[in-house]
């Protein structure tokens, strides 16, 4: 298995917090991605990373921001939780060195967030 | 936008038949394509992967043909088994992948 860890895997919050999540990688990989899933949209890109102070928007970035201060480590921030950010948030990894554009992605087990 | 979909939210299939799956996708551009396999509580898997230049890929007990003229892939499992049971989904992309909503594969006994 990929070495991903994703923590915390269960958080319950309410409207209004801000809540970190993080993934931990030990491959040394250069691309991070975090995505959510929710019922009936499939897994859908928030934000990746292509190095270290390297981010970009993914399809639904609006309410994430997002970090990687060191390699291993890729953070997800929501400034200001909202009940439609409920969802199960998917941090994954992918080899290559720059401007390689595809390949394989691994995913950690995933972060379930409920926002009352 | 770009937008990745497949046919069917579920698809029964018997034990022992060959199971096929459909995706499509809307970016002509797309180079690459990848389909993953997610069972229940668990992060989506890897099972295989296509670039542009070809039609068809094989794996173990898997198939991957891509028509790029209708923009369509398919994956084709051989002789299903009820551990395939769990939901699959495409993407398509470069950096930025593009996922399809999932198709769940029921396998019955």
């Known amino acids: 298995d990929a070495g991903i860890t994703q923590s915390p895997r269960h958080k319950v919050t309410e409207t209004g917090t801000p809540v970190t999540l993080r993934c931990h990688q030990t491959?040394?990989?250069?691309?991070m991605y975090w995505y959510r899933q929710d019922p009936g949209h499939g897994l859908r890109l928030i934000h990746y990373?292509?190095?270290?102070?390297?981010?970009d928007k993914g399809e639904v970035s609006d309410g994430y921001s997002v970090s990687r201060s060191k390699t291993e480590d890729f953070l997800l921030t929501l400034e200001s939780a909202t009940s439609s950010q409920t969802s199960v948030y998917f941090c994954?990894?992918?080899?290559?060195?720059?401007?390689?554009?595809?390949?394989?992605?691994?995913f950690g087990e995933g972060s379930r967030l409920t926002v009352l | 936008g770009e937008s990745v979909g497949l046919h069917l939210p579920t698809l029964s299939v018997q034990e022992g038949d060959n199971s096929i799956i459909n995706c499509a996708y809307s970016?002509?551009?797309?180079?690459?394509f990848i389909w993953y396999k997610q069972e229940s509580g668990k992060g989506p898997q890897f099972i295989i992967d296509?670039?542009?230049?070809?039609d068809k890929r094989q794996g173990q007990r898997v198939t991957v043909l891509l028509n790029k003229t209708v923009k369509h892939l398919s994956l084709q499992i051989a002789a299903t088994q009820p551990g395939d049971s769990a939901v699959y989904f495409c993407?398509?992309?470069?950096?930025?992948?593009?996922f399809g909503t999932g198709t769940r594969l029921k396998v019955l006994a």
């Open positions: 994954a990894i992918r080899e290559g060195g720059q401007g390689d554009a595809t390949g394989e992605l691994f």
């Open positions: 491959e040394n990989h250069r691309y």
């Open positions: 990373s292509y190095g270290v102070k390297d981010t």
């Open positions: 970016n002509s551009a797309s180079d690459y």
């Open positions: 296509i670039r542009s230049n070809m």
């Open positions: 993407a398509s992309g470069t950096y930025k992948y593009i």
